[in-house]
């Protein structure tokens, strides 16, 4: 392919060329084009800030999509490039639009008349995430999550640090979210509503992977027991009842984080 420059002129007779040039490849360094399936929500307001996903086949990172001509504020390819994150960008008007997918190697898929930018005051009230519990969570996932607020929509989306959790279901006074797997750290969740409402919680959930014991004093004690053991490691969890010597469960007298003894 061949590289060449991108020119911009202004009706007043002004011109920029781009810093950067646009290269024409040849069709076979194009990867066959993307199918896209579905949006979800499939509207929200023209405020923009709506959290949704898209599930496509053929994904590429980097990819980029548009909403009408307004690119999205984000878009986050996933590993297996069968899901991409999106937040969408404001709109100046109210209209039914094509999603539009542009890959890195210049392939591009549309799904037409896919979501629907909606004046604020047509939709439903805007939810809000009063609490998260429990706080905290194995980094592998799957721990269910319930939050619990106003107007929380079981049909809707939870993100963690921009995963989808891959169930969300009703629960009391609230909704249950499964968590997705991710590394260690505290990160923000987000909810969407089928309104398209997106709300944030900041700093609402930590992932923590499994306790790592490096060492206990004393390392020996009478067979029939009662010897305080004091046990060296990392995350332990604060408020941890017990702990196993062999087959024998012995009581936890008190725990902190990272020191633990019983």
Do not use: E
């Not at 360094?29 to 499939?42: D, E, G, W």
């Not at 923000?188 to 919680?201: A, Y």
């Amino acid at each position: 392919g061949s590289a060449v420059a991108v020119r911009v002129d202004n009706p007043d007779g002004q011109s920029a060329i781009g810093a950067q040039s646009f290269a024409y490849l040849d069709k076979s360094k194009i990867a066959p084009p993307p199918t896209l399936t579905a949006v979800n929500p499939k509207k929200g307001p023209t405020t923009g800030g709506t959290w949704g996903v898209l599930t496509a086949v053929g994904l590429q990172s980097g990819a980029q999509l548009l909403f009408g001509v307004v690119p999205a504020v984000k878009t986050t390819v996933l590993t297996g490039g069968k899901t991409a994150v999106f937040v969408t960008a404001p709109s100046p008007v109210t209209a039914t639009v094509d999603v539009i997918l542009l890959q890195p190697d210049g392939g591009f898929a549309t799904l037409q008349s896919a979501f629907a930018y909606t004046n604020p005051k047509d939709l439903g009230a805007k939810p809000a995430i009063a609490n998260i519990d429990p706080f905290s969570g194995p980094t592998k996932g799957g721990s269910p999550v319930v939050l619990t607020g106003a107007g929380l929509d079981d049909k809707g989306l939870v993100f963690f640090d921009g995963l989808p959790s891959p169930l969300v279901t009703k629960a009391t006074n609230g909704i249950s979210a499964t968590t997705p797997a991710h590394g260690l750290g505290t990160v923000d969740v987000v909810h969407t509503d089928t309104d398209g409402w997106s709300v944030m919680k900041s700093k609402a959930f930590s992932f923590v992977p499994p306790p790592s014991l490096t060492s206990l004093t004393p390392k020996a004690g009478p067979a029939a027991g009662g010897s305080t053991v004091t046990l060296t490691g990392s995350f332990f969890a604060t408020g941890s009842k017990s702990s196993a010597f062999g087959s024998k469960t012995s009581r936890v007298m008190l725990c902190s984080h990272y020191v633990k003894k019983a």
